[in-house]
């Protein structure tokens, strides 16, 4: 079937999938569905896209799909994820409960706990078995998804670590079952067991034990996966709920679903731009730093571009309405996150790629095992099923399922500790294959605020002292965004900051003011030359050698004399630099993308020694930058701190957010740095790697353990006059290996992080 304009397009969460093996399963069935073009199902962000023909086929059709193969459809409006994640938690809390209780009265005679008289397998075995039974079936319970989606998955031919799960502890539960049930009907058999003082062997506690830990491995995953949707609500909110449109000459407030475009909208000083057009009356600056992420407002005039969602900060504008609804900037951007975050590909979980393999072969040699000792070995049933036990009991990958998320546990809460905030644990699996950081400029390898970093003085009639009150004082009246930077820099020095006679703002060149008798005047060459003021060449060379360095300056006249410049810029942090080298150690590429030109953007990198410059770079195009590395073979991770950092921040492979940026900056990214200290993102990387080397050491250790155990679980030796591994040492081998597992994950403590110096 071809897609056609009459298709729909449906996207929704898929509810259960635990690995790549569900993804695929779930997708198939979708695609087997009659009247669907196309489907893609995500395990990374747990959605399924769809393409249907709705004349053929409907969102029940779909739903049933998804259900026929074990998951749940989950449409946006349906259900909030961290219900889900509530909801699972307390499923774990009964398992875990009711699994302790059950180990307890199993394995309470075994190391000294002396046990009631009326459930004492010596004294009392019916009540004995029928307890443990009883405290069982809650745990079965609370872990039915994995019967549900480990049984469906081997009847779609492709097991995987729930069918193991499944498989396992339904062949230790029913065998404990069959025991049981042979007590409560044999009179003889159970007189003998209390002559003897024994018992028959019961396992409920290995498939109680086995459910809750694979169940606290799955909550710890499910509560650290990113909240797609998060990071698009904030983007929508940024938007102006209302405009002013212009009637017949008079102002009309509407809802912004209303503009249209050609409507003349009405902007006053303070208000937020509702959508994107060109000025057709006033001047003003505007703060695009929510969009640009630069901090310095951008001068604006008639014909000048606006954009929606920016802030209108001293003018009184109005501008044709160009690009309204799903056409805006702001929307361009929201969709830009959504399409990096969905076409985002699933980071291949070790221990589910094995499993894939690991899980049939485990199955085959079970029930092979079995039937060779019951026809060929001339064994009696009860020892072939032992036999069949032992071999899943063994193979039960508790182990396997705790050696990722233990892990990961220690490695995020490490993270924290030293101020990384990390998302979930895909981020912390992908941090270690970077190749080259892209960082944004401002706020991030600067500090976001313009403060004043120069003053030179040609005029010796006047003290620096007195020329910085004199600037101070006139920008004290404007509303320009660079006057706050020269105020804070008098009150810095202590210097008085009066109150001017006369003010006036010229726009497009600076500002006129009376201070104490003394003609004041800051600005551009334009202001002094529109006032016959002459400037002097080393003037004029200071203030060009000044801009090459990023810097923004400013001639100053007092009296019609040509005094001083000063410069503001945006200063770089003082981590930056050291950061960036130990990247390099680490064999890592320093990429910068920023929306400044590329003079300011090229003197900022040769400062700190980035290896890729791209400047003049529109929030847009931010995105595409990231997609040029990666087609390049490069593993790219962004850092920043603006909204217009968000779609790069998605469509990286790993993003990394400043902590005091924008919200929707750190929603939109995988790892956060809370204390905004960019040695932070070697840490993160550093961190990455050892934690990886971490849990293919624990996969090694428990895949190691069903590798030896298997042999003998299965009775090869036993063959040669070898031991023969019954269920019980099977069980406590695994649960050994799960030790193992989590004794070695917490070596990640020892963990320690880059300093600076």
Known sequence: MTSNSKNKKLDFMVEGMTCAACSKSAERSLKKTEGVVSATVNIATEKASVEYDPEITNIDDLRKSI???????????????????????????????????????????????????????????????????????????????????????????????????????????????????????????????????????????????IIALIMLGKYLEARSKEKTSQAIKSLMELQAKTAIVEVNGKEKEVAIEEVKVGDIIIVKPGQKIPVDGKIIFGSTSVDESMLTGESIPVEKTIDNYVTGSSINKNGFIKFKAEKVGKDTTLYQIIKLVEDAQNKKAPIANLADVVSGVFVPIVMTIAIVSALLWYFIGGSGFEFALTIFISVLVIACPCALGLATPTAIMVGTGKGAENGILIKGGDSLESAHKITTVAFDKTGTITNGKPIVTDLYIVDNNFSKEEIISFISSAESSSEHPLADSIVEYAKENNIAIENPDSFKSITGKGIEANISGNKVLLGNKKLLESNSIKIESDLLEKSEKLASQGKTPMYISINQNATAIVAVADTIKDSSKETIEKLHSMGIKVAMITGDNEKTAKAIAKEVGIDIVKADVLPSEKSQVIKDLQSSDEF??????????????????????????????????????????????????????????????????????????????????????????????????????????????????????????
């Open 636 to 757: 790219v991770a962004m850092v920043g701190d603006g909204i217009n950092d968000s779609p790069a921040l998605a469509q990286a492979n790993v993003g990394i957010a400043i902590g005091n940026g924008t919200d929707v900056a750190i929603e939109s990214a995988d790892i956060v740095l809370m204390k905004d200290d960019l040695m932070d993102v070697a840490n993160s990387i550093k961190l990455s790697k050892e934690t990886i080397r971490n849990i293919k050491q624990n996969l090694f250790w428990a895949f190691g353990y069903n590798i030896i155990g298997i042999p003998f679980a299965a009775g090869f030796f036993y063959i040669f006059g070898g031991p023969l591994l019954n269920p019980m040492i099977a069980a406590a081998a695994m649960s050994l290996s799960s030790v193992s597992v989590v004794t070695n994950a917490l070596r990640l403590k020892k963990f320690q992080a880059y300093k600076n110096n």
């Open 67 to 209: 259900e026929k193969v074990g998951f749940h459809m989950i449409l946006e409006d349906e259900e909030d994820e961290l219900e889900g994640n509530d909801n699972m938690l307390r499923r774990f809390i009964v398992a875990i409960v009711f699994a302790t209780l059950v180990f307890i009265v199993s394995m309470g005679p075994m190391i000294g706990l002396a046990l009631p008289e009326f459930i004492s397998p010596h004294h009392n075995p019916k009540n004995y078995a029928i307890v443990q039974l009883i405290l069982t079936i809650p745990v079965l319970i609370a872990g039915r998804n994995f019967y549900i989606n480990g049984f469906k998955s081997i009847f779609n031919k492709s097991p995987n670590m729930d069918s193991l799960v499944a498989v396992s502890t339904s062949a230790a539960f029913l065998y404990s079952l069959a025991n049981t049930y042979r007590m409560f009907s044999n009179e003889t058999f159970l007189n003998m067991l209390l002559e003897t003082h024994k018992h028959l062997p019961l396992y409920y506690e290995s498939a109680t034990m």
